[in-house]
Every structure is written in C-alpha cells, then in structure tokens.
C-alpha cells in the first residue's frame, strides 16, 4: 500500500513521504478539512508504511508482519479512535489510549494512533490527550482527524503538525469517480459540478437516486415556471414543499440549470454546459431566454440560499424566489 493512488493532496503526501524518507516523523499530526477530502485514507497509508518493518521509498513493504497484520486490520500496534452511539469522545477513551502508549510496540519500531472525528473530543479528553502530546514516548505517533481545525484546543493545536487538506479540483473529482463507478456513470460529470470540490459529496450524489429523481422533476417543472403557467407553478411549489429537506440539492440544481440557460444564450456553446445530457432541452429553452433575466434568476435563488441559511421562514423564501423567476420574461 501506498499513495500512489491518490488522487489530489499532492502537496501533503510529498510532505509525509519526504518526513519518511528523510525519517523525521512527528509525535503529532492534525490532519483538517471538510469530510471527503480523503483524510482518512491518507492517515491510514501514512500509518501502514510508519509500521512497516521494511518501507521503501514512502511504501510499505506488504510481506513483514507488521504489513500482513495491517492489512487484516489486526496489528495490535495501530489503534483507530472514532465515535460510535455516543456522541462525543470522553475522557475514558483518551485514558485507554494513554496506557496503551505506555506498551512498547510488538511488531514495529513505532505505534500509531488515528482519532476520527477529533473534534468531538471533550475539552477534558483533549486536555488528557495533551500529556502523551507533551512527553511522548519515542516510537508514537498520534495523528488528529479534524473537519474544523478551530475546535481543538489551543494547547493541541500548538504541539501537532497541521496539514490542511484542500478541496479537489473538477478535473480531480471527475478522475476519481471515473476509477470508481467506471466511464459509463451519466451523473460524473455532474456530480462533480455540484459537489464543491468534495469526492466524499461526489460519490454519494453520483449513487443517489434523489439527485436523479429531484433534477429530473424540476426540469420538467422550470420551464413551465418561466412561462408562467399555472399548473406547473402550482406543481413546483408542492413539490418544493415536500422536499423542503433537499433544499441545498434543489437550489444548486436550480442553479446550474440557469447557469447552463446563461452559458447557451450568451455563447451558443453547447459544449459547455453542466447538464450536458439535458441539451437539447436546454437549447429549446434558452431560445426565449435573455441573459439578464437569467443572471437576475441565479441571484434569486442565491439570495434564499442566504435567507434558509439566516433561518427565514422557507416558504416565504420560496415564494418571493418564485415571483422573481417569473417577473423577468
Ligand atoms: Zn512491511
């Protein structure tokens, strides 16, 4: 195992991989970043070639012990910490990692510790985690997974390593879900348009049958909308109604719908547009489009965006949404 499938993080492996080779590995690493961003992945290569009788050149061996325990998820030198029913990460689970330090490493020269989600930690497990940050034995290595980096406290932050994980280009995500779900998948494209630069997001919408199901249905509503007919305003405001718990899913599809309309309009490239398997459709109803009107579209539904975000009541947002979409034909 090692990180050369990895797509994206570039800049962080060549920073783990340079720390092992040049063997100036920390006691202490913060790995942040929104979830998806394949911080787990990382920190699970990281740990398996850090236990690895036999690394070569930022890789492990995959023939010592140490690597054929890893592999079954049974080397007792490598510990994961995540939440389960509970809710947060109390104090008692830091104490179980804390005499386990305190045991040298069976198989390897070192023991790693990856805690999931360590921002649910409790400000007393972190405060306990501090000792073993403070004077650690010399064969550990802890390694924080953190999507808000701000919550830990000051006094963690300060003794680890903080890698920053970003977000992944279009190109990166597009890349990744194509090993994955394989060439044929009509949702790649898209979903890597909707998913903000996150894999984690990409594949869950590229598998979602709401995604599908919630496009499909509004663009057969949307242009009904901008024709001001009654039964599809009715139906659209049901149908927002309903699937008020989408809402995010529902705006940026609304979104890139009018984008894809502005592309058309303003370039006549059909080339470019996200909902590249809706074409034709778009095509047809960019015709009575004009580009200011559609760019006053894409500021309505941002501007509920705002408001849901800010607590307005939704139904009012939608609504005043609404009128705009219509005013402007
Ligand atoms: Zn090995």
């Not at 920390?26 to 787990?40: D, N, Q, R, T």
């Not at 992945?41 to 140490?66: D, S, V, W, Y």
């Not at 330090?101 to 306990?128: F, G, H, L, N, W």
């Amino acid at each position: 195992m090692d990180f050369s499938g990895i797509i994206g993080q570039q800049e962080i492996i060549g920073n783990l991989k340079r720390q092992l080779v040049e063997d100036r590995v920390g006691h202490a690493y913060i790995f942040s970043g929104p979830a998806g961003m394949g911080k787990k992945t990382i920190a699970h290569i990281f740990a398996g070639i850090l236990l690895c009788e036999n690394p070569q050149a930022g890789a492990m061996c995959g023939r010592c012990k140490a690597c054929m325990l890893f592999e079954n998820e049974s080397n007792p030198d490598f510990h994961t910490i995540a939440i389960q029913e509970e809710l947060s990460i109390g104090v008692d689970r830091i104490r179980e990692i804390q005499s386990d330090v305190a045991i040298r490493p069976m198989y390897s020269k070192r023991k790693v510790y990856i805690v999931e989600d360590a921002v649910k930690m409790t400000d007393q497990a972190q405060s306990c985690l501090l000792k073993t940050f403070e004077e650690p034995p010399h064969y550990v290595v802890v390694i924080l997974l953190a999507d808000n980096y701000e919550k830990l406290l000051e006094t963690i932050r300060s003794r680890a390593q903080h890698l920053q994980f970003k977000r992944y280009t279009h190109a990166q995500v597009s890349q990744a879900l194509t090993e994955r779900l394989g060439s044929e998948n009509a949702l790649i494209e898209l979903a890597a348009d909707y998913c903000d630069g996150n894999i984690g997001t990409a594949l869950e919408l590229a598998g979602s049958s709401d995604f599908s199901r919630l496009r499909n249905r509004l663009f057969e509503l949307l242009p009904g909308i901008a024709k001001g007919r009654t039964q599809e305003i009715l139906d659209y405001t049901a149908f927002l109604e309903d699937e008020r718990d989408n809402a995010d899913l529902l705006l940026d599809i609304m979104q890139l719908y009018y984008r894809d309309l502005l592309v058309m309009c303003e370039t006549g490239n059909e080339n470019m547009l996200i909902n590249s398997d809706k074409k034709v459709m778009i095509k047809n109803n960019a015709r009575t489009c004009c580009g200011s009107g559609l760019v006053s579209d894409i500021e309505a539904i941002g501007e509920v965006r705002r408001a849901l975000k800010q607590n307005a009541n939704y139904q009012l947002a939608i609504d005043n949404m609404l009128i705009k979409l219509r005013e402007v034909y």
